[in-house]
């Protein structure tokens, strides 16, 4: 990301905070819906580990957090895709992208501001009031020290950035497909399994394990979960936190390539 | 009754056409998205069949038998939400005014907004649990009496999710940004149908037989064909009563419906 990081980013991330807010209705039926998908798995979940006390590493208590911990963050960090990278994906589909890239400010940064705006909000709501439900009807754990806390503050946001870039080079697919549904479909499919959503990475056997524990998804929900439960300590709690830098500085740097890339075809298509 | 409800479906599967074709202006896109689909529900079922690489039995229930379960709800699922799955969409309908648009029109609006936007890519879905419900019949002891439970199961259960989606997308009549509130219904109702019912408390199974009648799309039936006792001791008659289940759902969407409709009035954009 180029420096140059300040108030105006600060401004298009309240502005898009400010943008989603206004949609009460549909984040009380979110998180309502959230819930129920909570509790659904939760029992699932509770009849596995009863069967097997120690899948994976975890106990029922571990399973039945990681759980709602997946419900608060599905939209924080936007697990299906969409976000703020959809509208990026239609101003290109209307060639209305050639007047963004006149503006003194870079794309990339553009829209991760505002999709970091995005998620603050979603992770007040949509992260918070599941988490609330959980912690009275399931009694889940709440993190297991202080730093856990903080470094799980910090996961988070490295969490939404790499999901950013993913659907940032999703949208981009649009220069040259003009619609992005159908990649966009395919990447929450991978998503959803690889970031451990569906079934945690800790219960994925053998080669299978190790290769989603080592694709960039896996900074969505698993390894911010496994900060939450305890579960990375001292060197270990750092690795965790430079495998999602890692990703997040690889994938940054790949939408602006790519971002280069279709420039010039736009300028080739005259916008 | 029988005459107008062909013509409805004629209308039905016209405008459908045209929305399959105007999909295939993207055709990377159109396939994309079918096998993105497709892998959706392909890569839900690995996620069941990894929970079992850690277990031997679900709440007593073996990988077969939950693939049975797993294979008829999602079955079900498929045939409501690639028939009339667009209905999710009347907030957005409301929203624009195409809501307005198509009540001019001389074709019923429920058929009119089922058939919107219809499109083939669900049908990675129906494929999906095709394949895995073939798989998990051929471990049942198949007689002539399970047979027919097996067809009107899925036939009623296809019921139940129609009617799911309808009377729960009628929310949006009253509040037009809810659409998500029916997802805790119509795709919770599936995923909570994917697994034995034993798994949860008295409470939220008498809840799913009596309420959202979801129980009947396919655990009721399926254990008269798995020969199972019930875990939760219903009645036995339950296990044929997922006609009545369907049947019901339908008819109490369809009046939801009708006074959601009788409520609308034009946001006027």
Same mark, same amino acid.
Not at chain 1, 33 to 56: K, R
Not at chain 2, 10 to 37: E, H
């Given at each position: 990301?180029?420096?140059?990081?300040?108030?105006?980013?600060?401004?298009?991330?309240?502005?898009?905070?400010?943008?989603?807010?206004?949609?009460?209705?549909?984040?009380?039926?979110?998180?309502?819906?959230?819930?129920?998908? /909570?509790?659904?798995?939760?029992?699932?979940?509770?009849?596995?580990?009863?069967?097997?006390?120690?899948? @994976? /590493?975890?106990?029922?208590?571990?399973?039945?957090?990681?759980?709602?911990? *997946?419900?608060?963050?599905?939209?924080?960090?936007?697990?299906?895709? *969409?976000?703020?990278?959809?509208?990026?994906?239609?101003?290109?589909?209307? @060639?209305?992208?050639?007047?963004?890239?006149?503006?003194?400010?870079?794309?990339?940064?553009?829209?991760?501001?505002?999709?970091?705006?995005?998620?603050?909000?979603?992770?007040?709501?949509? /992260?918070?009031?599941?988490?609330?439900?959980?912690?009275?009807?399931?009694?889940?754990?709440?993190?297991?020290?202080?730093?856990?806390?903080?470094?799980?503050?910090?996961?988070?946001?490295?969490?939404?950035?790499?999901?950013?870039?993913?659907?940032?080079?999703?949208?981009?697919?649009?220069?040259?497909?003009?619609?992005?549904?159908?990649?966009?479909?395919?990447?929450?499919?991978?998503?959803?399994?690889?970031?451990?959503?569906?079934?945690? !990475?800790?219960?994925?056997?053998?080669?299978? /394990?190790?290769?989603?524990?080592?694709?960039?998804?896996?900074?969505?929900?698993?390894?911010?979960?496994?900060?939450? !439960? *305890?579960?990375?300590? *001292?060197?270990?709690? !750092?690795?965790?936190? @430079?495998?999602?830098?890692?990703?997040?500085?690889?994938?940054?740097?790949?939408?602006?390539?790519?971002?280069?890339?279709?420039?010039?075809?736009?300028?080739?298509?005259? @916008? | 009754?029988?005459?107008?409800?062909?013509?409805?479906?004629?209308?039905?599967?016209?405008?459908?056409?045209?929305?399959?074709?105007?999909?295939?202006?993207?055709?990377?896109?159109?396939?994309?998205?079918?096998?993105?689909?497709?892998?959706?529900?392909?890569?839900?079922?690995?996620?069941?069949?990894?929970?079992?690489?850690?277990?031997?039995?679900?709440?007593?229930?073996?990988?077969?038998?939950?693939?049975?379960?797993?294979?008829?709800?999602?079955?079900?699922?498929?045939?409501?939400?690639?028939?009339?799955?667009?209905?999710?969409?009347?907030?957005?309908?409301?929203?624009?005014?195409?809501?307005?648009?198509?009540?001019?029109?001389?074709?019923?609006?429920?058929?009119?907004?089922?058939?919107?936007?219809?499109?083939?890519?669900?049908?990675?879905?129906?494929?999906?649990?095709?394949?895995?419900?073939?798989?998990?019949?051929?471990?049942?002891?198949?007689?002539?009496?399970?047979?027919?439970?097996?067809?009107?199961?899925?036939?009623?259960?296809?019921?139940?999710?129609?009617?799911?989606?309808?009377?729960?997308?009628?929310?949006?009549?009253?509040?037009?940004?809810?659409?998500?509130?029916?997802?805790?219904?119509?795709?919770?109702?599936?995923?909570?149908?994917?697994?034995?019912?034993?798994?949860?408390?008295?409470?939220?199974?008498?809840?799913?037989?009596?309420?959202?009648?979801?129980?009947?799309?396919?655990?009721?039936?399926?254990?008269?064909?798995?020969?199972?006792?019930?875990?939760?001791?219903?009645?036995?008659?339950?296990?044929?009563?997922?006609?009545?289940?369907?049947?019901?759902?339908?008819?109490?969407?369809?009046?939801?419906?009708?006074?959601?409709?009788?409520?609308?009035?034009?946001?006027?954009?």
């Amino acid at each position: 990301m180029p420096g140059g990081w300040g108030t105006l980013h600060v401004a298009i991330a309240t502005r898009a905070f400010r943008r989603y807010s206004t949609y009460r209705a549909a984040t009380l039926a979110g998180i309502f819906t959230n819930s129920v998908f /909570g509790i659904i798995y939760s029992f699932a979940y509770l009849a596995l580990w009863e069967a097997n006390p120690t899948a @994976g /590493g975890y106990d029922a208590q571990d399973a039945v957090t990681y759980v709602w911990l *997946g419900q608060a963050l599905l939209m924080t960090v936007a697990l299906w895709g *969409g976000g703020t990278t959809d509208d990026l994906a239609e101003r290109i589909r209307t @060639g209305d992208v050639a007047i963004d890239l006149y503006r003194p400010v870079g794309l990339v940064g553009w829209y991760l501001a505002s999709d970091l705006g995005r998620a603050a909000y979603h992770f007040l709501t949509r /992260g918070l009031g599941p988490t609330v439900i959980g912690l009275v009807a399931f009694h889940i754990a709440l993190p297991a020290s202080p730093v856990a806390a903080l470094a799980f503050a910090v996961s988070l946001v490295l969490a939404v950035v790499v999901s950013f870039t993913i659907r940032f080079l999703v949208a981009s697919t649009a220069f040259w497909l003009l619609d992005q549904s159908g990649v966009k479909v395919m990447s929450g499919a991978f998503a959803i399994f690889f970031s451990g959503m569906m079934l945690p !990475l800790v219960l994925f056997p053998g080669w299978l /394990g190790t290769l989603a524990r080592a694709l960039p998804w896996a900074s969505y929900v698993q390894v911010p979960a496994d900060i939450w !439960l *305890g579960k990375h300590a *001292g060197g270990d709690l !750092l690795a965790a936190l @430079g495998f999602q830098l890692f990703w997040a500085v690889v994938l940054l740097g790949a939408c602006q390539g790519v971002l280069r890339l279709a420039t010039r075809k736009v300028v080739v298509q005259g @916008g | 009754m029988v005459e107008p409800a062909a013509r409805h479906l004629r209308t039905y599967g016209q405008i459908a056409w045209l929305w399959i074709r105007a999909a295939w202006q993207y055709p990377t896109s159109f396939v994309l998205l079918a096998v993105g689909n497709g892998m959706i529900t392909g890569l839900d079922f690995v996620g069941l069949w990894i929970m079992f690489a850690h277990l031997d039995r679900l709440a007593g229930f073996s990988l077969h038998e939950v693939a049975l379960l797993y294979g008829s709800a999602s079955f079900a699922l498929a045939v409501a939400d690639t028939a009339i799955g667009s209905v999710e969409r009347i907030g957005t309908y409301i929203r624009t005014g195409r809501l307005d648009q198509m009540m001019t029109k001389p074709v019923p609006l429920l058929v009119q907004v089922c058939a919107d936007q219809f499109t083939l890519r669900r049908l990675g879905r129906l494929t999906q649990a095709s394949v895995v419900l073939a798989w998990a019949c051929t471990y049942v002891d198949w007689t002539p009496l399970r047979a027919l439970v097996a067809v009107s199961m899925l036939v009623s259960g296809g019921l139940v999710f129609f009617g799911l989606f309808v009377g729960f997308s009628c929310v949006q009549f009253w509040t037009t940004d809810a659409t998500e509130f029916a997802n805790a219904f119509t795709y919770g109702g599936a995923t909570v149908t994917q697994y034995p019912l034993a798994i949860f408390p008295r409470e939220v199974l008498v809840g799913l037989t009596f309420v959202i009648p979801v129980a009947f799309v396919n655990w009721y039936p399926c254990l008269f064909l798995l020969g199972r006792d019930d875990p939760s001791g219903m009645p036995e008659v339950f296990q044929f009563a997922s006609p009545v289940a369907g049947v019901l759902t339908m008819a109490a969407a369809l009046l939801v419906w009708r006074s959601g409709v009788r409520h609308y009035t034009s946001t006027g954009s």
